[in-house]
């Protein structure tokens, strides 16, 4: 089955392809998203294709509800316990990026060591509600504004041709948490494999990758387009 619409997603004329050449992949909302019925029960994803390339995300099984995020009715993906997760068909090697999702934490949960993407030695994730951690060879934490678990939110990741990284949560800047220079040499590459491994029980709705930052208008248009998204 392909969700092959976003029907429910409300009208904004900006589309995240205007950032031209730096757009790399594109897991888009309700788009592109294959599941399965596993013990009489549908909806588990098998495929969520990229958009803009091949580098299309799979489960590493495609016969195990425990290892598989599942598409809910409002189109987006639940991760459910930390054996789900969705791996790039090639694994991201970037330089200079900007990495945005929108995502929800469900209700109820409390915000702890959540991964969002890692590879064998680096990862971002959110160490709690108002901490964001970027690991591209050493750490990097951030002081973000505060994510309510049950309220959607868009977050990004960027590292510049200077190495300097930078965490926007809902287009509002981070800052450095523990004195850390939130600096990594660009020669030092940050290498991803998959997304998910949920702590925290949580929603996706869309995923945007650029090889490269973004100026503050893209960022902000990229802000109000995701903000949009499934609403």
């Known amino acids: 089955m392909l969700g092959l619409g976003n029907s429910i997603t409300k009208q904004y004329n900006w589309s995240p392809r205007g950032l031209g050449t730096k757009f790399i992949h594109w897991y888009k909302f309700n788009t592109g998203i294959t599941t399965k019925s596993i013990s009489d029960t549908p909806g588990f994803v098998t495929a969520w294709e990229d958009q803009i390339a091949d580098n299309h995300l799979a489960p590493t099984v ?74 591209v060879s050493s750490r990097q934490d951030f002081t973000i504004d505060e994510i309510v678990e049950g309220t959607p939110y868009v977050i990004g990741f960027e590292r510049a041709s200077n190495g300097d990284i930078s965490v926007f949560k809902d ?60 609403t």
Not at 206 to 220: F, G, H, N, P, Q
């Open 62 to 135: 495609d016969d195990n509800a425990n290892e598989m995020p599942f598409l809910e009715s409002d189109g987006t993906l639940f991760f459910q316990q930390n054996t789900d997760s969705l791996v790039f068909t090639s694994a991201l090697s970037l330089g200079t990026f900007a990495i945005y999702v929108k995502h929800n934490m469900k209700e109820g949960q409390t915000v702890s060591s959540e991964v969002l993407m890692e590879g064998s030695a680096d990862s971002i994730k959110l160490a709690n509600p108002t901490e964001a951690r970027v690991k």
């Open 171 to 230: 287009n509002i800047a981070g800052t450095a948490a523990d004195g850390d220079d939130l600096n990594e040499a660009i020669s030092t590459t940050f290498d991803i494999t998959q997304l998910g491994d949920a702590v925290v029980q949580s929603y996706w709705y869309e995923v945007i990758i650029c090889d490269d930052v973004l100026t503050a208008s893209e960022r902000k248009q990229l802000f109000n387009y995701l903000s949009n998204v499934g």
